[in-house]
C-alpha cells in the first residue's frame, strides 16, 4: 500500500517555472518507478515524465522534452517535478502514481498509466498567457 501526496501547485505565468513534489508513505520497503501524469479539461489523463528507482531512467513526453525535470530523493520517499518555460497548454491537474514494487523497476520507467498501481489526488497547475 502507497499512499501520495502531491503539493506545490498553482497559478505561473506563461514563460515562467514551478516545481511540484509529490511525498509518498509505504507500508513496505522496495524499488518502485514513479511518474507524473497530467489532465486537462476534457482530455484524458496523459503521460508527462517517469524515473526509474535508481534514478538513472528517466523519460518524457515529447511535449515536455527540454522543460520539465523530473527527479527523486528515496531518503525522503518523494519525486519532484521541475516545470520551466511552462506555456498556457501545460495547465492540468498533475497526478503522482508509482509502480509496484520490483527489481525491474530499478532501472526502468514506465510510461503506460496501466504500469502503474498507486495514485495522488492531484495538484492544479495553471499556466496564464
Known amino acids: 500500500q502507497v499512499q501520495l501526496v502531491e503539493s506545490g501547485g498553482g497559478l505561473v505565468q506563461a514563460g515562467g517555472s514551478l516545481r511540484i513534489s509529490c511525498a509518498a508513505s509505504?507500508?513496505?520497503?522496495?524499488?518502485?518507478?514513479m511518474g507524473w501524469f497530467r489532465q486537462a479539461p476534457g482530455k484524458e489523463r496523459e503521460f508527462v515524465a517517469a524515473?526509474?528507482?535508481?534514478?538513472?531512467?528517466?523519460g518524457y513526453a515529447d511535449s515536455v522534452k527540454g522543460r520539465f525535470t523530473i527527479s527523486r530523493d528515496n531518503a525522503k520517499n518523494t519525486v519532484y517535478l521541475q516545470m520551466n518555460t511552462l506555456k498556457p497548454e501545460d495547465t492540468a491537474v498533475y497526478y503522482c502514481?508509482?509502480?509496484?514494487?520490483?527489481?525491474?523497476?530499478?532501472?526502468?520507467?514506465?510510461?503506460?498509466?496501466?504500469?502503474?498501481?498507486?495514485w495522488g489526488q492531484g495538484t492544479q497547475v495553471t499556466v496564464s498567457s
Open positions: 502514481a508509482a509502480t509496484p514494487t520490483g527489481r525491474y523497476y530499478r532501472d526502468h520507467a514506465p510510461t503506460r498509466k496501466s504500469d502503474y498501481n498507486y
Open positions: 509505504r507500508r513496505t520497503s522496495g524499488m518502485d518507478a
Open positions: 524515473i526509474s528507482w535508481s534514478g538513472g531512467v528517466t
